[in-house]
């Protein structure tokens, strides 16, 4: 069965700071997945995904994330963090637990940014 | 661009009410999804539909069901609505035959059970 593990409910940082959001995934096949972000009250966007095309997925708003199947790991990275990106982000993996086209989806992490 | 519709942002209703969350989905998807989203919890899949008048269980569909009548509207039911049902609710569609599985969300309904 798919899982998806989210290192740390909350993230602070600094507005000008990098941002790295932690996504773990466990999946008995060779999964797509997704980093979604909910701002206040909002519905999911997406932001990005991974399809087993390139490793290195850019995304909207200057995100970006690394396939690494060895650490079965899909951590989000922005160089600089901006006021604006702060919101919950979640990750997911394809393939849930009802099937190939369900998602899986991580606890969350909610990113804090200070001025 | 595509839209997902949900007929309420905010909803309040009274315990053992009957309760109807309405999704529209304006891309032709055949895939439609229903979930619930509580803190530190994430989402978790209620009901999903992969064609009309076809439903599937998620990981939590017990005091829920669901309707397709039609391919672009999916609707989530509370027989009778209890108080741990208190969540947001979110409305999503997919396309299979794009092959990534990629998923499309609505806006939420925040309910209340009172």
């Known amino acids: 069965a798919q899982s998806v593990t989210q290192l740390g409910s909350h993230v602070s940082v600094s507005e000008g700071a990098l941002v790295l959001l932690r996504c773990n995934y466990s999946?008995?096949?060779?999964?797509?997945l997704f980093w979604y972000v909910q701002y206040p009250n909002q519905g999911l966007q997406l932001l990005l995904k991974?399809?087993?095309?390139?490793?290195l997925v850019k995304g909207i708003n200057g995100f970006e994330a690394e396939f690494k199947k060895s650490e079965t790991s899909f951590h989000l990275t922005k160089p600089s963090a901006h006021m604006s990106d702060a919101a919950e982000y979640f990750c997911?993996?394809?393939?849930?637990?009802?099937?190939?086209?369900?998602?899986?989806f991580g606890k969350g992490t909610m990113l804090l940014v200070s001025p | 661009d595509v839209k997902v519709t949900q007929s309420s942002r905010y909803l309040v209703k009274r315990t053992g009410e009957k309760v109807f969350l309405e999704c529209v989905q304006d891309?032709?998807?055949?895939?439609m999804f229903w979930y619930r989203q509580d803190p530190g919890l994430g989402l978790r899949l209620i009901y999903f539909?992969?064609?009309?008048?076809?439903?599937e269980k998620g990981d939590i569909p017990e005091g829920y069901s669901v309707s397709r009548e039609k391919k672009e509207r999916f609707s989530l039911i509370l027989e009778s609505a209890s108080t741990n049902q208190t969540s947001m609710y979110l409305c999503?569609?997919?396309?299979?035959?794009?092959?990534?599985?990629?998923?499309?969300f609505g806006p939420g309904t925040r309910l209340t059970v009172l």
């Open positions: 999946s008995s096949v060779p999964p797509y």
């Open positions: 999503a569609s997919s396309d299979p035959r794009g092959a990534t599985d990629t998923q499309y």
């Open positions: 891309m032709d998807h055949e895939n």
């Open positions: 991974y399809t087993s095309a390139a490793t």
């Open positions: 539909s992969y064609d009309v008048k076809m439903k």
């Open positions: 997911a993996v394809s393939g849930g637990n009802s099937g190939y086209s369900t998602l899986t």
